[in-house]
C-alpha cells in the first residue's frame, strides 16, 4: 500500500509569484485534506476536498485555491506569493466515511520558501 | 471543536514510559480524541485515538477517563527517535467539518 506522497519536496518562489503542490493520496481514500506549517507552529487547515468537491475551508484567502482529481489526488494553487506564505505545506489523506473515524494521514509535505 | 491543553515541554529517559497527558474539559459526547506526532520538519504522524474506551496499538496506549475530560498517551518504552512533538486532537463528527485543529502540542524529548 503506497502512503501519500507529495512534490516537489521544496521550492522557493518570489514575492507576486504563484505556484501548484501536488499530493497523492493513499490507496483507497477519497479526500484530500491541506494544512500550512509556519515555522514554530502547528499545521493550520486551509481547506478540503471530498470526491473532487471542496468540503470545508479554513481561514485562508481566495488566492488558495485547489482541485481534486478522479483519481483522488489534488493540487494546491497559491497565487500572488506574499512572504507570509513561506510554510510546509502538508496534504493528508482519508477515506471520508462517517462517524469521525476517518483518520487523515499525512504526506511529508512541501517546504515553500518566498523571496 | 473543544479546546486542547498540554504541557509544553516534556523529558523522559530512554527505555522508560512515557506519559503525555492532554486536558480537553469542553470535549462533547460524539468528539474522538486523536493522537499525533511530528518529528522535525516531517509530516504529523497518527498514532491512536479513541472515544470513551482506552486503546491500545502498536504504537502506544490511550487512556481516557471516565468522564473525558482529560487523558494520557503512553509511549511504554521511550526511544531516541520517539522524540517529538505530540498533539493531542479533539475532533467534531460533523461532517461537514473534518478538519484536525492543531495546538501547541508537547515537546517530548528522550534522553539517553
Known amino acids: 500500500e503506497t502512503g501519500v506522497t507529495q512534490s516537489p519536496t521544496h521550492l522557493i518562489k518570489t514575492r507576486g509569484q504563484q505556484v501548484t503542490l501536488r499530493c497523492s493520496s493513499q490507496?483507497?481514500?477519497?479526500?484530500v485534506s491541506w494544512y500550512q506549517q509556519a515555522l514554530g507552529q502547528g499545521p493550520q487547515f486551509i481547506f478540503q476536498?471530498?470526491?473532487?468537491?471542496?468540503?470545508g475551508r479554513g481561514n485562508f484567502p481566495p488566492r488558495f485555491s485547489g482541485l481534486q482529481f478522479p483519481n483522488y489526488s489534488s493540487e494546491l494553487n497559491v497565487n500572488a506569493l506574499e512572504l507570509d506564505d513561506s510554510a510546509l505545506y502538508l496534504c493528508?489523506?482519508?477515506?471520508?466515511?462517517?462517524?469521525?473515524?476517518?483518520?487523515?494521514?499525512f504526506g511529508p509535505g512541501t517546504r515553500l520558501t518566498v523571496l | 471543536d473543544a479546546k486542547t491543553t498540554q504541557p509544553t515541554s516534556m523529558d523522559c529517559a530512554e527505555g522508560r514510559a512515557a506519559n503525555l497527558p492532554c486536558n480537553h474539559s469542553?470535549?462533547?459526547?460524539?468528539?474522538?480524541v486523536y493522537w499525533y506526532r511530528q518529528i522535525h520538519s516531517q509530516g504529523p504522524q497518527y498514532i491512536i485515538h479513541?472515544?470513551?474506551n482506552n486503546e491500545t496499538n502498536e504504537m502506544a496506549s490511550l487512556i481516557i477517563t471516565e468522564d473525558r475530560k482529560s487523558s494520557t498517551l503512553i509511549l511504554p518504552h521511550a526511544t531516541l527517535r520517539d522524540t517529538a512533538v505530540y498533539y493531542c486532537?479533539?475532533?467534531?463528527?460533523?461532517?461537514?467539518?473534518?478538519?484536525?485543529?492543531f495546538g501547541s502540542g508537547t515537546r517530548l524529548q528522550v534522553q539517553p
Open positions: 479513541g472515544l470513551k
Open positions: 486532537i479533539v475532533r467534531t463528527r460533523d461532517t461537514g467539518r473534518r478538519a484536525l485543529t
Open positions: 476536498y471530498y470526491r473532487e468537491e471542496e468540503n
Open positions: 493528508a489523506s482519508s477515506s471520508g466515511t462517517s462517524g469521525g473515524g476517518d483518520t487523515q494521514y
Open positions: 490507496s483507497g481514500h477519497n479526500t
Open positions: 469542553t470535549i462533547s459526547g460524539n468528539e474522538y
